[in-house]
């Protein structure tokens, strides 16, 4: 029974990520990640993947350190050291032999992504991590994680597609004015 509630609780998860990608506003995608990684320590600390759980549990402190960027506290660039240092030193405490590296050089890219302000970047950042825990999250059986890196693989490319490759109508039409009228 507790395997299928972990599955159930990764598959939430999961949901929650997918949809952290398509928030506009970075503040958004934070909260979403927020909450999808704080189910996922539960998830993974019931499927006895401690690595990936501990790293989740960083996360979800990241996350709402990094909402708070617009208060003093919060300003700080030392967070991002912080947040760096932590998961070096979580991943050593929680390590699992080899494949704990791909949990924590995941982490590492995501927190250095979710600290930029610059969408383009945290979006392009996004497509790394999915890569390096889809191996861990085979070997744990979690149908949530594995399920989470590939969709959120995908969801990042759709994100980059709709924000960051495909100009909007309006600004189509713009160019092609544009164009019309210097001929």
């Known amino acids: 029974m507790a395997g299928l509630i972990a599955q159930f609780l990764g598959i939430l998860a999961l949901l929650c990520m997918v949809l952290s990608y398509q928030q506009k506003v970075r503040v958004g995608l934070l909260k979403m990640q927020m909450l999808s990684n704080g189910l996922f320590v539960v998830s993974y600390f019931m499927l006895g993947a401690v690595s990936m759980a501990v790293m989740c549990l960083i996360n979800v402190a990241r996350s709402f350190v990094f909402i708070k960027n617009d208060t003093k506290w919060g300003k700080s660039p030392l967070w991002l050291y912080f947040f760096l240092g932590i998961s070096l030193i979580g991943g050593i405490i929680s390590w699992e032999g080899p494949i704990s590296l791909l949990v924590i050089i995941a982490t590492l890219i995501l927190t250095v ?69 210097t001929e």
Not at 128 to 139: G, I, K, Q, V
Not at 167 to 181: F, G, M, R
């Open 113 to 181: 992504a979710l600290y930029s302000k610059n969408l383009k970047f945290m979006r392009r950042m996004f497509l790394f991590p999915p890569l390096l825990y889809l191996s861990y999250n085979l070997l744990n059986k979690s149908i949530g994680g594995v399920g989470s890196d590939v969709f959120c693989l995908i969801s990042a490319m759709i994100a980059i597609w709709r924000f960051d490759i495909k100009k909007p109508v309006k600004e189509k039409n713009t160019e092609e004015e544009l164009l019309q009228e």
